[in-house]
């Protein structure tokens, strides 16, 4: 098992980014499971936990979170020119347009927020465009923070897991009890995923997540819906 070495200060500032008060709206995006929960495929903390677990073997979200690595990678190497190719990449990966409104999004806020604490960093951020995904946003903050990669991918895939797990809850509904024992249950899952996305090679990066493209294309035209995605 790697040993993560972190200042307080670095420690702090992945809490800070990863955490479900970071004003970015993640809590409005359920990234299909609305969808997946109305039409009876997830009705109970099982297949929750199923779903998060394939998501995270197979999914979108090993895509967002190796270009979020790459992001803080291309930042700390100066290299602008593969931070924007990065974020065209990824906006082009989005297999649904509520999906890529959903970064687009965050990664404004994310963007904005930074901007208001980290005035210096907006040169940088100015040069991605407009159009910045949450993960592109995010790499730049661990890069700014200069934040241990390894560290800062765990808090990305935990911030994601925590997201769906609390809009999981809601939806089923679940109590609040079983969402922490999902979470608990998934650890080993997160750091496997961690090490896995960490040694892709950038020709290695794919994904199979039809059941998320047609969860979130069914979603835009769903009749009631709590979530925007």
Known sequence: MDIITLTDSHFLSILQLASPALPVGAYSYSE??????????????????????????????????AVMV?????????????LRRWNMW????????????????????????LGKLQPQIMPLVNAVGDHCNYA?????????????IKAALLGYLHSWVSNLVTAGVKLIPLGQTAGQELLLELQPLISAAAL???ALEDDQLDCCSWGL?????????????LFRS
Do not use: P
């Open 136 to 148: 592109i946003a995010f790499g730049i903050a661990v890069a700014h923070w200069q934040i241990n």
């Open 213 to 225: 493209s047609l969860a979130s294309m069914q979603h835009e035209t769903q009749y009631t819906r």
């Open 70 to 82: 790459r992001s803080g990678q291309s930042v700390n190497m100066g290299d602008v020119e593969a």
């Open 32 to 65: 299909g499971l609305e969808t997946l929960v109305e039409n009876g495929a997830i009705a109970d903390q099982e297949s929750l936990k199923h779903w998060l677990a394939a998501e995270l073997r197979y999914g979108a979200i090993r895509l967002e979170a």
């Open 196 to 198: 896995e996305i960490l």
């Open 90 to 113: 990824l906006s082009a990966a989005r297999e649904t347009q509520e999906l890529r409104a959903s970064s687009w999004q965050m990664g404004r806020s994310l963007i904005q927020l």
